[in-house]
């Protein structure tokens, strides 16, 4: 009966790859993330925080609604900006995108 049955040959165990390579593309992801996503917005967070700082009465700024005026008065969470003559609005210290060259806004004469 056995002649039905080939002999079974005891054949290796196929190998485990180590656990490094199982590791290896999720720190490799990891490091993708980190330089295309993570760290541009921590510079972009720092240069913010770095212009929101740096702010005195007269400078010129554009908020990030795209109002553009200059500074009257600055506090703490907020900065009366002027955006036209005599007309004055209260915007966060966040709100505030950019800060423009001295005489980009010219007064009409």
Do not use: C, H
């Amino acid at each position: 009966m056995s002649f039905f049955i080939a002999d079974a040959w005891a054949q290796q165990a196929p190998t485990q790859p180590s656990m490094w390579l199982n590791v290896l593309p999720l720190v490799v992801l990891f490091v993708v993330f980190y330089f295309v996503l993570i760290r541009p917005q921590t510079q972009r967070a720092k240069k913010q925080r770095d212009m929101l700082a740096a702010l005195n009465r007269g400078d010129e700024i554009l908020t990030t609604g795209g109002l553009a005026g200059r500074i009257v008065e600055l506090g703490e969470t907020f900065v009366d900006l002027e955006i036209a003559d005599k007309v004055v609005v209260k915007v966060q210290r966040q709100a505030l995108g950019a800060l423009l060259p001295k005489g980009t806004l010219k007064k009409k004469s």
